[in-house]
């Protein structure tokens, strides 16, 4: 998965391209996000907030991007708006690309124990003088969301999984987990695809702490200088998807449970 289920902002600087396409007005935006406040408050797997001024930003064809400021670690939110179709923004977003994309992280999985679900050990190497850092999450698709929503608002979310002490001994790997590499003591997030504006507004937020020497400060300011280029990435990936996800690709499956048809 492309987290982006890690803490993808703060692993990777990419190579930005143009802006995406433009959607509608920013009023046409704001009455689409405020039609799906009450469904996310009562469904969602985080308290997102998109203000009036991210949403001309969008309409704008831009990345929108704040921070929001909480008890203990601030989140990162970064959102755009996209024309393409749907499983073609999800597919860019769940494929696992992570590991070939980003120099020195290593990815293995656990066994999950829920449909859809995804248990993911992930290991990145850090450049002197700082420690590796590695981190076991528990990445699941937001059925109920969906199904509250007639399949209007899809979700795919993170946490670090459970019981890490004993997930910690079935990692598949001869020398991982390291024993001098830093755990993070947090690691959160999700992607919302929305629909808006006759196409998807694509929300991420995100909240991590990289543990160790690193202030949690200096963690979050570069996850959110990083965002407007990670989502380009994600709608540039989404355009190449027909020739990727073909039916030698293994299956991936929407919110609701159904296999995303290949191109």
Not at 67 to 82: F, K, M, N, P, Q
Not at 189 to 199: E, K, N, Q, S, V
Not at 224 to 240: D, I, K, P
Request: glycine fraction near 8%.
């Amino acid at each position: 998965m492309l987290p982006m289920a890690s803490m993808w902002p703060l692993l990777l600087l990419l190579t930005t391209p143009g802006p995406a396409a433009a959607p509608a007005s920013s009023a046409t935006l704001a009455g689409a996000w405020s039609g799906w406040q009450q469904a996310l408050a009562l469904h969602g797997r985080a308290s997102v907030e998109l203000d009036p001024a991210d949403l001309a930003t969008i309409a704008a064809g831009e990345v929108a991007r704040h921070r929001s400021h909480l008890d203990g670690i601030d989140r990162v939110v970064g959102a755009t708006w996209s024309a393409l179709p749907r499983d073609a923004l999800w597919v860019a977003i769940l494929d696992d690309t992570c590991d070939q994309l980003v120099s020195g992280l290593t990815e293995r999985h656990l066994p999950p124990e829920l449909p859809g679900q995804k248990i993911l050990f992930q290991h990145v190497d850090l450049p002197w003088p700082l420690a590796d850092r590695q981190w076991i999450l528990d990445i699941r698709n937001n059925r109920p969301l969906y199904a509250a929503t007639g399949g209007g608002a899809w979700e795919r979310g993170w946490t670090l999984a459970d019981r890490q002490e004993q997930r910690r001994t079935q990692v598949p790997h001869p020398t991982l987990p390291a024993a001098d590499a830093v755990w993070t003591p947090l690691n959160e997030g999700g992607w919302l695809l929305l629909d808006a504006a006759g196409g998807t507004l694509i929300v991420y937020h995100a909240r991590a702490d990289a543990g160790g020497a690193i202030p949690d400060d200096v963690a979050t300011r570069f996850a959110l200088a990083t965002l407007r280029g990670m989502m380009r990435h994600v709608v540039q990936r989404a355009e190449q998807i027909p020739t990727h996800y073909d039916a030698a690709h293994a299956p991936l499956e929407r919110p609701d449970g159904s296999v995303v048809p290949p191109w």
